[in-house]
């Protein structure tokens, strides 16, 4: 039987509703949300994301604001603009796009963002908040993903979920989200990287395998179990003379292999792509309610 595709489109229209409201009882009390991204250099991979994440903001009616600072910006001029969107009222959230230019230190930008408006969930604080399981705002992936579980009627109590790959960005933040008590959570985690040994026979226990390794199509079908529940984070961009282009973009998966064996799967493009600039969104308008309503 055909698995069921879980599609990010499907899923972030659903949360994109839900935003619109509470967008609108913000600005019942005078407040618009406002999201702002502060872009240093011209990376095009970079200036793709911003300029959607803008265009996001813009049709939700929250206020965006794109800073962009030239590449040879200095880390004290970075600075300086973060302690100034630090202090902006207007804005309640706000990132830095990475990757830097090499010359920046990202550890020390990252660490001067208010922990109030760290919308992208990467200050060491809301780290630690969610560990413990008290967090203000979910990183923007791994909280997408685990939206995607939720909102398919997926179980995870209880459920092997094993996590392929160890980045802050992704693996770890995925596996700190899954070991929590509550919803969309409650699972048995273990996390391979490539230092695992015999990987495997260890995603083959997988009732739920998360893969985020930017591996093309790592993933065989022997690699997963019969009727799984398999979450493709990778984003690849392999060379393909057939298409139009000359490439297309590919998961970390065989998707043609692995979802004749799986119950459910996300396909690459259009599967957890779309969540990440959602999760965002949604973290942009909680920090615009915690600022209004003082709830933390
Ligand atoms: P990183 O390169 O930071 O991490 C990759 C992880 O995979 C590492 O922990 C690495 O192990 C592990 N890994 C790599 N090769 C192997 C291997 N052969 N066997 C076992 N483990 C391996 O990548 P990210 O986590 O940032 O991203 C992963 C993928 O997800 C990329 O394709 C990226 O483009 C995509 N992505 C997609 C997003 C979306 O919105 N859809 C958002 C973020 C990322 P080790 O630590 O030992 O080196």
Known sequence: M????????????????????????????????????????????????????????????????????????????????????????????????????SHLDERSVIESISPAKDVDCFHPENVGRMLIGEPSFLPATPAGVQQMLVRSGIETKGKHVVVVGRSNIVGKPMAALMIQKGVG??????????????????????????VAMGRPRFVTADRGKEGAVVIDVGTNRIEDPTHPKGSRLVGDVDFDAVSQKVSAITPVPGGVGPMTICMLMANAVRAAEIATEGER
Not at 52 to 59: F, I, N, P, R, V
């Open 2 to 101: 055909a698995p069921r595709l879980i599609l990010g489109k499907e899923v972030s229209e659903e949360i994109y509703s839900e935003l619109r409201e509470r967008i609108a009882s913000l600005k019942e009390k005078g407040v618009t949300p406002g999201l702002a991204v502060i872009l240093v250099g011209d990376d095009p991979a970079s200036q793709v994301y911003v300029r959607k994440k803008g265009e996001m903001c813009e049709s939700l009616g929250m206020r965006s604001l794109t800073v962009r600072m030239p590449a040879e910006t200095t880390q004290e001029e970075l600075l300086a603009k973060v302690r100034q969107l630090n202090e902006d009222p207007t804005i309640h959230g706000f990132l830095v796009q990475l990757p830097l230019p």
């Open 185 to 210: 959570a409650n699972s048995t985690v273990t996390v391979v990287h490539s230092a695992t040994e015999n990987l495997p026979s260890i995603t083959r226990q997988a009732d739920i395998l998360v």
